[in-house]
């Protein structure tokens, strides 16, 4: 972890490249979602001046894109906690080159989801009466405290594992970046005391931040399910909610990890093995959040109680029915056929059943907002909602500002954990103890096995 | 304590809409386009629904006049994350529009939906801006307002009932633009609590039911259905 | 850059102690205006022992290790 390896410098200088130096083709990249930043940017200040009457919102439909928006961030961020905290729970070895695109990928989406949310407010200037005046019966104060913890707690998780790999790269680097490092790094030198310090601090974090996250989101969910609209009065959306988000992250996290593949020639690390493992999840969570639809929107229509039933109707036979069973189609249908199959299970296919599943659930979290509120129980101010122009904006500004800023992180800090997977190199002796001491038998001493490198 | 509400005697509206415009020049409540108004963003703190059912000639036709249903248990307060809802000793559930931070939590958590936000800051025609009621207030853009009672009646009530050092009395004293402009007297409005008022006797009618009433929002207004 | 490595820790370890004090403010509102006391401290009983851990990592393992890194030579193998 410390000390001079060079020789290692060579297999992996392909983890060090993009930190190192940056190509044309990045800031190829980079300007065109910087221009649609940009411009959202800019729808954003027409929204300030002119009021939220520029959106397509009204009544009785008062939230639309931007509460989808910010369901659909904060979901997003479940990815790193599952792959990173619970498969480091668990000592799987193939989390080694997922967990940084992981962590990475939940902080930097969190800041999303808060801003949709500032973005819905139609007085921004008094946000902080929030902190002032708030009152915890309120569940968007839930909303406000635990993603507060899940973004300090995935903050300081991502942050911890880094350290080690900001040492490695402050050994390598020059000029400001050097500088940079050297204070993020925190004098890392692998001493003993300063790992067992870390390994117990992410330890502590791997345990603390699942029930962090799964609060996030059941949270989320209750700021729906604690009022009294039809079809959000629903017992089932705190696990619902988690469920989708859970879903949701993975696709995301398939997709980010497809593109820095590409871009930074990571196959050999992040090879179809791990593609598929991580396929193997998100066909469970696909079959996982059929379930919980399915379950949901039986109990709506056995009951038959009317103001359900009407919201029922809009949803799978009424307005909404092209977008509800597209979404059935793109959360369940086409994930389950391409990852059901071991031939089909392959990184491209992986990668389109991903892009479906990310379009698929932001249409679900649009069909669990617009049609309850186009449809209330009184039922004379049944409503309709279309997003303008200003909100499509904003939503692909924001966007292409998360990918954007995942890029600009990938150029600053080594987007594979450099570290652990050196780790990982050299730890294949106690591995294959561990594996030998779950079968039966005595612990019988392992014969070493040499690493074995590059394929 | 009092408690106010108010009974409306669905035989005596007529649907004549005075009680709507009488609460819309009380309370400053803004106008909008025609346009807007067909975007749903129309502001009637009061309004009356009409509701016709059947086909001729077995028709049925009601008028509903519809304030703020001043809930006993409201979800708007309890929803609210900066304390702009809030509920008065008295029952009577108003607004801080300095405080409000415009999420619209309120909006949606209101099953008979009698919140409106200001999509924009107000504008009235010239003719309108003269008309305006100098004892409340004009909202700027971004928050949410409701019919609360006209509460500063039931201020401007008190101060005056303060000189004479006595409360309130339970009818008569403060009554709501609305229940004041109704010509065919279907708006009834007083003091819950006080038997004598007329309100009271009526929300006890046999003929008396609330909107939406297994929810439990517990609503104070009354409304008597057709005999 | 000799006193800047302590910054890391002592901002996290601020932050951590600013959100315990703003949740201590919570409530203390929510007693004096007698609004949601309940749902105050039962959020306060789960996210302040949360925040106490943020604080223990801010100065067992982030200051901890800045400080060793400080010392020279260390323990154990450099």
Known sequence: MAGPVHTQDSEDAVLFAPVLGTTRRFWLGATPLLAMTLWGMYAYTLQLRYGLGVTGLNRPVAWGIYIINFVFFIGISHAGTLISAILRLCKAEWRRPITRAAEAITVLVLFFGLGSIIMDLGRPDRLFYVLQYGRLQSPLLWDVTSITTYLTGSALYLYLPLIPDLALVRDRATGWRRTLYTFLALGWRGTTGQRRRLERGIAVMAVMVIPIAVSVHTVVSWVFSMTLQPMWKSTIFGPYFVTGAIFSGIAALIISMAAVRRAYHLENYLKPVHFNSLSLLLLAMSLLWFYFTFAEHLTAYYGGELAEAIVLFAKVAGRWAPAFWAMAVLNFVIPVAILANGRTRTVAGSVVASASVVVGMWLERYLIVVPTLANPRLPYERGFYAPSWVEVSITAGAVSFFVLLYMVFTKLFPIISIWEVREGREGLVEAQERMVSYLPGPVAPVTPVTPTGRR | MARWGMVIDLDRCTGCQACVVACKAENNVPVVSPAQAQAGRLMLWMTVIPEVEGEFPRVRARFTPRPCMQCENPPCVKVCPVQAMMKSPEGIVSHVFARCIGCRFCVQACPYGVTYFNWQAPVWPADLREALNPDFSVRPTGVVEMCDFCHHRLQHAREMARVDEREVRGEGEYVPACVQACPAGALIFGDLEDSTTAASRLAHSPRAYRLLEDLGTAPKVYYLKEG | ?78
């Open chain 3, 1 to 78: 850059m000799e006193r800047a490595w302590k910054a890391i820790p002592l901002s996290v370890a601020a932050f951590a102690l600013a959100f315990i004090g703003w949740m201590i403010r919570m409530l203390q509102l929510a007693w004096i205006r007698n609004d949601s006391w309940g749902f105050t401290v039962t959020v306060a009983s789960v996210v302040i022992p949360v925040f106490l851990v943020y604080l223990w990592l801010a100065l067992y393992v982030l200051w901890g290790i800045a400080r060793e890194g400080r010392e020279p030579g260390g323990e154990g193998q450099p």
